[in-house]
């Protein structure tokens, strides 16, 4: 349960990044895909799935991100 405080403050600041900007700019792409990858292992570790399925799951959305911030600079 301690794994989604971290990623609630990671959406907190892509939400106030994006307020304060009034468009999605690299940090609030950063902190909204970290914060993701957050709620998915915790979702693993609350459920009990398996890693060998999900593993791979969270390495995309970390690449997806990366592409994310150098496709769409700002």
């Known amino acids: ?43 693993i570790f609350l459920f009990g799935l398996d890693w060998g399925l999900l593993g791979p799951v969270v390495i995309i959305l970390a690449g997806a991100g990366l592409l994310l911030n150098t496709l769409l600079p700002g």
Do not use: D, H, K
Request: proline letters at 2%.
């Open 1 to 43: 349960m301690f794994i989604l405080l971290p990623a609630l403050g990671a959406f907190g600041a892509a939400w106030r990044s994006y307020q304060n900007e009034g468009r999605l700019t690299a940090s609030a792409r950063g902190s909204l895909v970290g914060g993701l990858v957050l709620v998915l292992i915790a979702a």
